[in-house]
């Protein structure tokens, strides 16, 4: 191991968890404002790209053991689910829901189901990048 390979690493765990923060912060804002999931989902990618780039890959494989594309299927299903929930309401398709919620660190929470097919879209977009940035390294596994 090098000498700037441990500034380098402290330093970026450090960024990455600001980052992680700035994505939650873009994700939370988005339904009432710019951002939402696929900004969130591109600076979470961000994220993860970084650690790419920092670590060594069979590390990075050991804190993820998981597919990414798994990230795609789930996203979809999830926002394909705001669609279709309503109907089993008896309501219109894409009719949205509202509820607010008491959290004891946060506070006043409102979640909508426009936040959960954002949910869904970030997931999505975290998985599409780094599905493309694994395949475009190499790592095939």
Avoid: C
Avoid at 12 to 37: A, C, E, M, Q, R
Avoid at 52 to 63: G, V
Avoid at 82 to 102: A, E, K
């Amino acid at each position: 191991m090098r000498e700037n390979d441990v500034m380098l690493e402290t330093i970026s765990k450090i960024v990455i968890l600001i980052i992680l923060t700035f994505g939650f912060y873009i994700f939370f804002s988005g339904h009432n404002g710019p951002g939402g999931g696929f900004i969130g989902g591109l600076v979470f990618a961000s994220a993860f790209i970084l650690m790419f780039l920092t670590f060594d890959a069979e590390k990075i494989r050991q804190i993820l053991p998981f597919d990414f594309t798994y990230l795609i299927v789930g996203g979809i299903l999830i926002s394909l689910s705001t669609l279709f929930l309503p109907l089993f309401f008896g309501d219109d398709w894409l009719t949205q829901y509202d509820q607010y919620f008491r959290l004891p660190l946060i506070g006043k929470l409102h979640i909508t189901t426009v936040t959960i097919f954002e949910f869904g879209i970030l997931l999505t977009v975290l998985g599409v990048v780094m599905t493309i940035l694994l395949t475009i390294s190499g790592d095939t596994k």
